[in-house]
């Protein structure tokens, strides 16, 4: 736990029911007055979606865009070149971002290449970047990744199928918006995955060697949140309640991740997400039992916790088996919430796993995991959750 810290999120944060609505004047505010929209040609096209609701509210207020809806899931380099390309035919002057993780990291890796060089793989690592992006605003459609508030910027370099993270306080959005609303046609399959993936956020930062008591404070929070609104928001996507506290969850682990940093688990699952192109909640969510009980030694008292803020009662249990009982947790939750079980269920290949194992170990994340592993301990894992 540090106990000197400091504390980093976007300065403006929207949330709430219909919150899209005030994007326009918020845009005005800020000087932005030829906006390219980031998004993927699904949500670029969905009848009243994010996209037609962010377009209306620009419009109201008498700005001008241009949409790019070439973002791919784990988005590419090339999405990030050809987003570019139109930014500058255009005279764009800013950036908004549309949907989940991949069209915020899209965005972030498009303002990066305008203002800070091309080649986005040499630029992987922390605080890496010298100048600052253009402005960027991300609305948020996914209860998951909360890209729309972090440093982070994830993408893959498609011709050697390695996931990158470029970390830098300059990534982090101006404004975010988290309407729960537009998050009500999520499909329960990536309802799933996303807020697992944002499960993943609490439990790593609430374990992590770099926590400290705000990022606690809020890990614990979306654990709780977490546990009482999946399975809900899973069952019936149009239930605004258990959309709103995801939401919100969503929200609370990311600020969580984006200063405690987050462990073994996301350090993997952005090679399962290179290697495989696999959906990235997914990756988090099959992975996250056996890392996390490999991790136990490293602090079976914060597993114990885990297992009380997802509900299981570990009175009168020995500290070893009340840590078990908060990985028997994160077990029940996946599977009730239909996360297959093992990676060779998206397509992972034992032959690949000692080069995973070796980038894994080199993935940012990894630095911050509160047991210290090896190439063979990595590749031991991968292994486990094949067989599991
Ligand atoms: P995503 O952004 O890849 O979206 C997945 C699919 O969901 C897309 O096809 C999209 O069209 C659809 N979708 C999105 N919103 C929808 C809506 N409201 N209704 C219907 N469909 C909708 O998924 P994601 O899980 O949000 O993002 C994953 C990416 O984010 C990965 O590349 C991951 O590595 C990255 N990530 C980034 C950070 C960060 O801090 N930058 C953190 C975690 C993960």
Redesign the pocket.
């Known amino acids: 736990m540090k106990t000197n810290y400091d504390f980093m999120m976007p300065s403006v944060n929207f949330f709430g029911p219909g919150v899209i609505a005030k994007i326009g004047e918020r845009a005005k505010l800020l000087g932005m007055n030829n906006i390219l929209i980031v998004t ?1 040609s ?2 670029h096209h ?1 009848k009243d ?2 996209v037609k609701q962010t377009e209306e509210s620009l419009r109201l207020a008498g700005i001008s865009y241009t949409i790019f809806d070439g973002v791919e ?3 590419k380099i090339r999405n990030v070149q050809a987003g570019a390309a139109m930014y500058q035919e255009n005279n764009c002057d800013s950036i908004i971002t549309v ?7 899209c965005g972030k890796g498009i303002g990066i290449a305008l203002t800070n060089g091309e080649d986005l793989a040499k630029l992987a690592g922390i605080e890496t970047l010298t100048q600052p992006l253009p402005p960027l605003m991300a609305v948020n ?2 209860a ?4 729309e508030i ?1 440093r ?3 993408l893959t370099n498609e011709d050697t199928h390695l ?1 990158f993270v470029i970390v830098s306080w300059r990534n982090v959005p101006l404004v975010s918006f988290n309407d729960p609303l ?2 009500l ?3 329960s399959k ?1 309802t799933a ?2 807020g697992m ?1 944002a499960l993943c956020h609490c439990v790593e930062s609430y374990v992590s060697e770099n926590r400290n008591p705000i990022t606690d404070a809020q890990a614990i929070q979306g654990m709780k949140l977490i546990g009482q609104y999946l399975r809900r928001a899973v069952a019936n996507g149009h239930d605004v309640e258990a959309r709103t506290n995801m939401a919100y969850a969503s929200l609370l682990a ?1 600020m969580a991740f984006n200063n405690a940093d987050l462990g073994y688990v996301h350090a993997m699952a ?1 090679q399962l ?1 290179g290697q495989y192109d696999a ?3 997914v990756c988090c969510a099959v992975l996250m039992p056996t890392v996390e009980r490999w991790n136990m030694i490293a602090s079976p008292e914060r597993f114990a916790d885990i297992a009380t803020f997802l509900g299981e009662n570990i009175t009168r249990l020995s500290p070893m088996e009340a840590a078990e009982k908060g990985i028997h947790a994160l077990e029940r939750i996946s599977e009730d919430v239909g996360i297959p079980t093992n990676i060779k269920s998206i397509g992972a290949d034992p032959k690949d796993f000692e080069l995973m194992a070796e980038n894994a170990l080199k993935d940012g994340n990894a630095f911050s995991n509160p047991r210290k592993g090896t190439k063979s301990d990595i590749v031991e894992l991968f292994t486990r959750s094949y067989e599991a």
């Open positions: 993927d699904f949500l969905l979606g994010p899931p784990n988005p949907g989940g993780g991949s069209a915020h990291d459609t996914t998951g990744t909360a890209s972090t982070h910027a994830v996931k537009l998050m046609d999520v499909p990536l995955a996303t993936d990311g952005h997400g959906p990235h909640g």
